[in-house]
């Protein structure tokens, strides 16, 4: 294959991508949705990733709870360093929050997540508010390569 036909075949992976990771998305909030209206807001974090989990289920999505995720540091493995608390379909990470107010550093955590699993997009949730609208956000890393 030349090298434009293998441009061309990235674009349009990358494309691909794009289109299936923003229809999954559009489950995930919907799937977020139907969460906050059954449960309204107060709970703990766990009480909303079970009730996620069933409602990503229901729409026939893969959802794994407590993913660890190992840290590299200067090309050596050191372990089990962080924790996602979903990834739905081995794409997208959501980082679930039941607080009064997301700080900066729950936009950060979800940065870091996706990088250290070389994952495009996140989500970050909080369902803590009184608008879901208000607490959902879409988080993408490096979403060109």
């Known amino acids: 294959m030349n090298s434009s036909a ?8 990358r494309e691909n ?7 999954i998305g559009s489950i995930i909030l919907d799937a977020c949705i139907s ?14 990733a079970k009730a996620l989990i069933k409602e990503l289920n229901i729409r026939e999505l893969n959802v794994d709870h407590n993913v660890p995720f190992e840290l590299s540091y200067k090309g050596e493995m050191l372990g089990k360093a962080y924790v996602a608390d979903l990834v739905v379909e081995n794409q997208i990470i959501i980082e679930l929050k039941s ?10 955590q979800l940065i870091t997540y996706l990088k250290v699993a070389d994952k495009r997009l996140g989500y970050l949730v ?17 979403f060109s390569a």
């Not at 969460?35 to 909303?48: D, F, I, Q, T």
């Not at 607080?99 to 550093?105: F, R, T």
């Open 126 to 142: 909080n369902f803590n508010v009184p608008l879901l609208k208000d607490g959902f956000h879409r988080i993408i890393n490096n």
């Open 6 to 13: 293998e441009k061309r075949e990235k674009e349009f992976r």
């Open 99 to 108: 607080v009064e107010a997301l700080l900066p550093i729950h936009k950060f």
């Open 35 to 48: 969460v906050h209206k059954a449960l309204g807001a107060g709970l703990l974090e766990s009480a909303y």
């Open 17 to 23: 991508e794009l289109i299936r990771l923003n229809a």
